[in-house]
T-cell receptor, first 118, second 114 residues
Framework: EAGVAQSPRYKIIEKRQSVAFWCNPI?????LYWYQQILGQGPKLLIQ????????DSQLPKDRFSAERLKGVDSTLKIQPAKLEDSAVYLC????????????????FGPGTRLTVL | AQSVAQPEDQVNVAEGNPLTVKCTYS??????LFWYVQYPNRGLQFLLK??????LVKGSYGFEAEFNKSQTSFHLKKPSALVSDSALYFC????????????FGAGTRLFVKA
């Protein structure tokens, strides 16, 4: 089965520019996650979707970050404007998630997008 | 607040020796516990999980983990390490107290020497 796809793999931008990342989850997975992984740290959840609805965005910096999951399939994460501290790897993951947020399904991760903000 | 601690940044072990990667957690409610592995230039991969039942959980590639409720620990183990096990290992937890948000530890880098 195809895994989680992400693009681009690498992105270099200057501060105050905007950037968008795309994710296509595994077919049939109801839950989609976006994580930020700063070098030397574990992934930090930014936003979690159940189908096309947001179930948790408590750690998303909403003044500059936005995400959508149209039609409950693929998703985009946008940063506008970017700051130096946004330099990180942005990971997308998906899970079956049929039981909603209480699901104990394991997550399947994409390869990530490495963002460098200069 | 929910938290996960991986007290060792790095673990070194000789090939063929047993390995342990430590994880402790602090949550409200019964935890769901996970281990993931990240190989160089590859995404995180699921290894194993504890939901309920038997405290010893077996997973991929010969790994296992023991849930200890009294010590709030979920240490990852393997009886005989391989050089190919060298990677970055992450412990993760989700529980009712944290709204079932997945919280990851900072990771432990495992080096297996031939």
């Amino acid at each position: 089965e195809a895994g989680v796809a992400q693009s681009p793999r690498y992105k270099i931008i200057e501060k105050r520019q905007s950037v968008a990342f795309w994710c296509n989850p595994i077919s049939g997975h109801a839950t989609l996650y976006w994580y930020q992984q700063i070098l030397g740290q574990g992934p930090k959840l930014l936003i979690q979707f159940q189908n096309n609805g947001v179930v948790d965005d408590s750690q998303l910096p909403k003044d500059r970050f936005s995400a959508e999951r149209l039609k409950g399939v693929d998703s985009t994460l946008k940063i506008q404007p970017a700051k130096l501290e946004d330099s990180a790897v942005y990971l997308c993951a998906s899970s079956l998630g049929g039981a909603g947020v209480e699901s104990w399904d394991e997550q399947f991760f994409g390869p990530g997008t490495r963002l460098t903000v200069l | 607040a929910q938290s996960v601690a991986q007290p060792e940044d790095q673990v070194n072990v000789a090939e063929g020796n047993p390995l342990t990667v430590k994880c402790t957690y602090s949550v409200s409610g019964n935890p769901y516990l996970f281990w993931y592995v990240q190989y160089p230039n590859r995404g995180l991969q699921f290894l194993l999980k504890y939901i309920t039942g038997d405290n010893l959980v077996k997973g991929s590639y010969g790994f296992e983990a023991e849930f200890n409720k009294s010590q709030t620990s979920f240490h990852l183990k393997k009886p005989s390490a391989l050089v190919s096990d060298s990677a970055l290992y992450f412990c993760a937890v989700k529980a009712l107290g944290g709204g079932f948000k997945t919280i990851f530890g900072a990771g432990t880098r495992l080096f297996v020497k031939a």
